[in-house]
């Protein structure tokens, strides 16, 4: 059957007029018509639909939930990675920064744009021609989750953007929030049907985009603001700009950003903000400050994961006063044993804390803590609340001096403060506490990401005698049997654990390594230690002084994997995994090189270079993920003008394409790449 033409006109005109409505809604706050009208022209679009199935397109209005229920959501890699900002607190670091962008650009006032720093979950989003393709959370900010199906339910992201002069494919980044209101009307309902309630706005919309049933998704009222352009576009040279264009396709932009030609004006800003964040609608948890040129922005680039022209300025942190009840001791995967204050509960920020950390010994005597005691806690820029000071006055009548521990709370061994260190250890590499917390760090998604393979399930695994250390995960399928027997476990869930684990041989070398838990080895620096050395037994044999070599491993580093692989119990761990068949080798992991600068951009080479062929620089700009056109136009990304550049210079600046000189790229290169 087909459409008349009538209904097809009557449904197209609908359509244009809902998203000209959620335009004026969700952009311009400035709705023309009442929620009851809005819902007329929904209804009758969907009873067009329910005639004509055929005018049922992806990107109508009535196709914000599609029904699917998602049992996993398929992994997707950011062509350009998503960086983290670096934070400060106080108006000292904000001007060593302002410093540093003036000194990295040469110039006396760099213009800043500033942005509220809204406290939500980040999304990136892309359209092709016009169309949102796909949504997906920041993840490890190389890998994140394809959550497209719940992305489609916020209504303030458009199916379908409004401007006809677009880039076919074009990707924007922003905060998905949950509105406080929204946030306390959900706890209510949570707590009316004895579910377990959400800590915070953040961690609501957070966990809302991990739902499996869109359905349940949509009825969350989640919101965007977005606050990155990923990639150019031509005449689209300054962050101010990118919000105006970004706003003209009707999509929402973090509201209240400005532009700042001075840093006092950044200042006074966040002065502002600080003192007016309770009128939001939502929370924030600071104010971003951005260099507002993108040439400039690229000339000063990026460091490890975040960019030099960007910091964020937080709020500092909220405090309250509550009761210590008690102070309980947690021993880390590294053995430190960390003093925890058991509280009365207390909301604070957004959340109610009834742990906080007490740091180590010294922190505790200093304070001359005692159970009983009044205490004020605050929330820094970290989720951690911490204790930061005692009232005296309101401590109670025969409250006892607090000693600190001398025995290990899980495995009862003597603990000891080597000298030096402020905190106590269990040196007992077999605690069960230790065992736990090092395999828990394992499976976690930063490292061996093996779902499944929570807290509770590796306690149960530890106790059970399943597991003793990371290792045993890899045979743990022979006692399938066991297992399923296991209270709370069962078939399905065994075998979904034990594929997780099998997956989890494939992940790249690096994150291995980032996984095995040596003391002062991060992801960043395993990274670079697996770039080095290529292999897992190269590093296990590895001198203190090879690992020097790289740059951004110093001593302390070198010195603790070197003594980690010269320990037995440690090298015969590390034997078993690379038996279990894990990736232990770079050759195996190939598209972990990409970096920002790179990555999904295109690059012109003209002039002679000092230091590389135009074939080795080209080679290098192929590897971390950008490509090498031979001519300039308004796609080109970056010019890089060797001795003696010409005609392609000069139509570079004609068209106002960033040009940068061999000294600028070496810039942009791993060390690796550069001490040649
Ligand atoms: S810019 C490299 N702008 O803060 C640029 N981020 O630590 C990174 N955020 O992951 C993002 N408001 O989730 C930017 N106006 C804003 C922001 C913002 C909130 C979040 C975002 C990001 C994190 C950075």
Redesign the pocket.
Known sequence: MSVPRSAAQRHGELCTAIRQHDYRYYVLADPEISDAAYDALLREVEELERDYPELRTPDSPTQRVGGAVTREFPTVTHDVP????A?TYDEADLLEFHRRVREGLRIEHPVYHV????????LAVRYHDGTLRRAAT?GDGMQGDDITANARTIRALPLRLREEALPSDLEV???VVMYKDDFLRLNEERSAAGEKLFANPRNSAAGTLKLQDSAIVATRNLHF?A??LVGSVPEIDTQARALDFLRRLGIPV?PH?RVCPSIDEVLDYWRHWENHRDTLPFE?DGV?V?VNDFRQQTILGTVAK??RW?I?FKFSARQAETLLEDIVFQVGRMGTVTPVAVLRPVPLAGSTISRATLHNEDFINALGLRIGDTVTIEKGGDVIPKVTAVDLARRPARTKEFHFITKCPACASTLVRPEGEASWFCENVECPAQVRARITHFASRGAMDIEGLGEAVVDTLVTEDFLHSYADLYTLSTHRARLVELERFGERSVTKLLESIDASTQRPFDRLLHAMGIRFVGSSVARLLARHFGSLTALMDAEPAHMTAIDGVGPRIAESVHRFFRDPHMRNLTQRLIAAGVTHTMAQAVDDARLPFFAGRTFVLTGTLQHFTRDQAKALIERYGGTVSGSVSKNTAVVLAGMDAGSKREKARALGVPIIDEEEFLMQLPETDTSR
């Open positions: 998503m960086l983290s900002l934070n942005e509220l720093k809204i406290d939500g979950m980040a920041r980044r922003g905060e603001f606050y990155t973090t950003s924030i971003v951005k975040s960019p960007a964020a």
